[in-house]
C-alpha cells in the first residue's frame, strides 16, 4: 500500500477559510517535507518538519513523529494558495517519498 | 529561497533519440537528485548522486540513463534511448549535504517522447 497517505484527497474552501491537510506514513521517518505544486506543475517546497511545529507566514505544519503523522494548517486561504499540497518522507536514505496529494481549490 | 535551475523546460524527441536534460543545483549544495512525475500520477524518486557516485537508484533508473556531472557544471540527466514511456516531467533536486536537510526542486523539464 502507499507508504504516505494524505487525505483530504480533495478541498474546496470559501477564501478567508483555513485548511487542515494531513499526512500519515508507514514507517518512521527522518525527514518530511512538504510541497506546494501549482497548476502549471512546477513545485516548491513549503516547510522541512520531520518533528515538532513550524510556522511560516500563514502556514503551521506539526509532526508527531512516534505517531507518523503530520498536518499543513493554512490560515485565511487565498485563491493564489489552490493548487496540490504533497508530503513526502525519507528514512534512513536521502530519496523522497511522496504521497498522491491534496487538491485545494480556494474560491473567491 | 535557494534555487535549482533545469534546461530546457520543455523538450520533445521522436523514440529512440538521446536527450540530455541539465540541471543547475545550487551551488554549495553536496547531494544531487531526479525524480519523475507522468502527468496526474505521483512523484518518484529515480537516482541521487554524490562525489561523482550513484548513491541509490530505483527502479525506474533503467539501463538507458545515467546521470554525471562533469567537474562541477550542470548536474546532468542522460536518455539513451528514449522511449515512449519516458514521457514525463523530470525534476532535479539538490540538498546541503547527507543529514536531515531539506531537498530544493527545480521547475522540471517535460519531456515527450513522439
Known amino acids: 500500500g502507499q507508504q504516505v497517505q494524505q487525505s483530504p484527497s480533495s478541498l474546496v474552501l470559501q477564501e478567508g477559510e483555513n485548511a487542515e491537510l494531513q499526512c500519515n506514513f508507514s514507517s518512521t521517518a527522518t525527514q518530511l517535507q512538504w510541497f506546494y505544486q501549482s497548476p502549471g506543475g512546477s513545485l516548491v517546497s513549503l516547510l522541512s518538519?520531520?518533528?515538532g511545529t513550524k510556522h511560516t507566514g500563514r502556514l503551521t505544519s506539526t509532526t508527531v513523529t512516534k505517531e507518523r503523522r503530520s498536518s499543513l494548517h493554512i490560515s485565511s486561504s487565498q485563491t493564489t494558495d489552490s493548487g496540490t499540497y504533497l508530503c513526502?518522507?525519507?528514512?534512513?536514505?536521502?530519496?523522497?517519498?511522496f504521497g498522491l496529494g491534496t487538491t485545494l481549490q480556494v474560491q473567491p | 529561497g535557494p534555487k535549482v535551475l533545469q534546461i530546457p523546460s520543455h523538450q520533445i524527441i521522436d523514440m529512440g533519440q538521446m536527450v540530455t536534460l541539465n540541471c543547475d543545483p545550487v551551488?554549495?549544495?553536496?547531494?544531487f537528485y531526479w525524480y519523475k512525475q507522468i502527468l496526474g500520477q505521483q512523484m518518484e524518486f529515480l537516482v541521487n548522486f554524490y562525489n561523482g557516485k550513484v548513491m541509490e537508484k530505483s527502479k525506474l533508473f533503467k539501463d538507458q540513463f545515467s546521470v554525471e556531472r562533469p567537474d562541477g557544471s550542470y548536474f546532468t540527466l542522460k536518455i539513451q534511448p528514449t522511449a515512449l514511456e519516458d514521457s514525463a516531467v523530470y525534476f532535479c533536486a539538490s540538498s546541503l549535504d547527507w543529514g536531515v536537510y531539506e531537498q530544493y526542486f527545480g521547475p522540471g523539464t517535460r519531456l515527450t517522447v513522439l
Open positions: 518538519n520531520p518533528s
Open positions: 513526502a518522507i525519507a528514512r534512513l536514505t536521502r530519496k523522497l517519498i
Open positions: 551551488s554549495n549544495h553536496l547531494y
